[in-house]
């Protein structure tokens, strides 16, 4: 398999939407990169921090991974919130809905796992 490109959709209280770009770069341990401006790559960060609360609703993946599993990490623990890439596809029309809430300033990191 090979790295791919994704999206992390976020709700804002007011029921407003926000996207953000990420990159995984199909290793197993290895961050997911976050889009810090000019489009998520192997360089860019390997956290966001959202700056109000939020939740998460939807996360995609632009095609499959060798990595089957991705853990979201907030302020350096694991959430319990474990994605099955596979589900997460783009191809897939029917992914879940995610209800994590992120606080305002909190470290968001995404880890993939083998």
Same mark, same amino acid.
């Given at each position: 398999?090979?790295?791919?490109?994704?999206?992390?959709?976020?709700?804002?209280?007011?029921?407003?939407?926000?996207?953000?770009?990420?990159?995984?770069?199909?290793?197993?341990?290895?961050?997911?990169?976050?889009?810090?401006?000019?489009?998520?790559?192997?360089?860019?960060?390997?956290?966001?921090?959202?700056?109000?609360?939020?939740?998460?609703?939807?996360?995609?993946?632009?095609?499959?991974?060798?990595?089957?599993?991705?853990?979201?990490?907030?302020?350096?623990? @694991?959430?319990?919130?474990?994605?099955?890439?596979?589900?997460?596809?783009?191809?897939?029309?029917?992914? @879940?809905?995610?209800?994590?809430?992120?606080?305002?300033?909190?470290?968001?990191?995404?880890?993939?796992?083998?």
């Amino acid at each position: 398999m090979a790295a791919s490109y994704g999206a992390v959709t976020f709700e804002r209280p007011n029921k407003s939407k926000f996207v953000k770009d990420v990159y995984f770069d199909d290793t197993a341990g290895a961050a997911v990169r976050w889009d810090e401006g000019s489009g998520a790559s192997a360089t860019s960060a390997t956290y966001f921090q959202p700056r109000e609360w939020c939740g998460i609703t939807d996360v995609v993946i632009a095609t499959a991974t060798g990595q089957t599993k991705t853990s979201i990490v907030v302020n350096g623990v @694991p959430s319990g919130t474990i994605l099955r890439n596979s589900v997460h596809l783009a191809s897939v029309v029917t992914r @879940p809905e995610l209800g994590l809430v992120v606080a305002p300033f909190s470290e968001l990191k995404m880890i993939q796992l083998a």
